[in-house]
């Protein structure tokens, strides 16, 4: 696995792969790598004869300077593990090699960004979409690779790639979840072994509103009347959202009639835990 630090190494290699008539495959992620990242890598590499894996913890994308300071890094284990699975390039730049003195340009998609995590974190996706931009143009990648984990992210992503005129595929990816129903996320990492245990709650109510609706309820407002009951009912759980809204567009909807996603949201102690489900 070759590993590239600088923008103009990057560019140079994928512009050799694209002559040479390579189909790149790119996965942005921020390290501390776990089973969902990984099954975007193998994803990558059976889409493009080549693979490359971004490992950048983005500034831009923290409405907190201490939630960006505690990110979890791992940096060993993580070149151990995309080497283990066939990546061809590790791209892990410095925070100033991507935003050096002077940089000055955002990318902002507007309505699917609003809603959900974008209510709460107001500068949030105005950074995921100004670094992805910036990873799409210098590693050229034919498909990127993305976590349905972070549903919105997609959809904002999608959004961008439609509206710029990027061309490349996105392909979302369902979550991978611990055998016991937990999202892998890195932010699991941070949790306690009681707080571990309280995060279950999520998954279960997920798992139980789609259970309501394939029982027959259609009324939003019941259904995210239990999904809370469901949080908090152990304790330790503050829900920031707990929203059903349309797939595609993210409209809030009030009466489920096709494909809805509930989108979650909760703060478990110092850990904030997203998840969600399309219910069918
Ligand atoms: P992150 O490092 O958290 O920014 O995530 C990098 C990519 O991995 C994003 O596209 C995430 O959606 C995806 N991802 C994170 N967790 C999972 C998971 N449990 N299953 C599938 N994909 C995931």
Known sequence: MRIINHICDMQRWSEAQRVAGKKIAFVPTM???????????????????????????????????????????KDEQD??????????????????????????????VSKVADPLCGAFRPEHFRGVATVVAKLFNIVKPHVAVFGQKD???CVVIQQMVKDLNFDLEILP????RESDGLAMSSRNARLSPAERHTSLSIARALNHAQEMVTEGERRAEIILKTVQEILTREG?????????????????????????????AAWVGEVRLIDNRVLQ
């Not at 493009?48 to 960006?68: A, E, L, T, Y």
């Open 151 to 153: 549903f919105q992210q």
């Open 173 to 176: 990816m369902p979550t991978i």
């Open 236 to 264: 330790g759980v503050r829900v920031e959202y707990a929203s059903l809204c349309h797939p595609e567009t993210l409209e809030e909807v009030t009466q489920l009639s096709g494909p809805t996603l509930l989108a979650i």
């Open 31 to 73: 390290g501390y790598l776990h089973e969902g990242h990984l099954s975007l890598v193998l994803k990558g590499k059976k889409q493009g004869d080549v693979v490359v894996v971004s490992i950048f913890v983005n500034p831009m994308q923290f409405n907190q300077q201490s939630d960006f300071d505690k990110y979890p890094r």
């Open 79 to 108: 070149r151990r593990m995309l080497e283990e699975v066939g990546t061809d390039v590790l791209f892990y730049p410095t925070a100033p090699e991507i935003y050096p003195e002077g940089f000055q340009t955002a990318v902002e």
